[in-house]
């Protein structure tokens, strides 16, 4: 059974960094994309960044140039390096991770998507 779980969120002040990391469990596989999401209080849920196998790197702009992900894909970790937090980046984290499985003689590709449990992180003003 496939698990995700999360790690390093916390409270910090305005301005702080933080430093999150997902680590999966159960797979005989590497994901092809890695992604973090999150949800701040009363809001939707959110792409803050994603990394693909190739390495290709995806940002909400609001965290481009203060949010750096990263992944070590053979042992299917993903990180989200935070700096130069803001009040408005409090939020519970979620990792999220895809694996693409072809099926079929119509090599029809299935999505598995996979979740975390969510870590908090906090940013007071």
């Known amino acids: 059974q496939v698990q995700l779980v999360e790690s390093g969120g916390g409270s910090v002040q305005a301005g702080g960094s933080l430093r999150l990391s997902c680590a999966a469990s159960?797979?005989?596989?590497?994901?092809?994309?890695m992604r973090w999401y999150r949800q701040p209080p009363g809001k939707q849920r959110e792409l803050v960044a994603a990394?693909?196998?190739?390495?290709?790197?995806q940002y909400a702009d609001s965290v481009k140039g203060r949010f750096t992900i990263s992944r070590n894909g053979a042992e299917n970790i993903v990180y989200l390096q935070m700096n130069s937090l803001k009040p408005e980046d409090t939020a519970v984290y979620y990792c999220?991770?895809?694996?693409?499985?072809?099926?079929?003689?119509?090599?029809?590709?299935?999505?598995?998507?996979?979740w975390g449990q969510g870590t908090q992180v906090t940013v007071s003003s």
């Open positions: 159960g797979t005989t596989f590497s994901f092809n994309t």
């Open positions: 990394v693909g196998s190739s390495r290709y790197r």
């Open positions: 999220n991770a895809v694996r693409a499985v072809v099926v079929g003689p119509s090599a029809r590709v299935e999505s598995h998507d996979y």
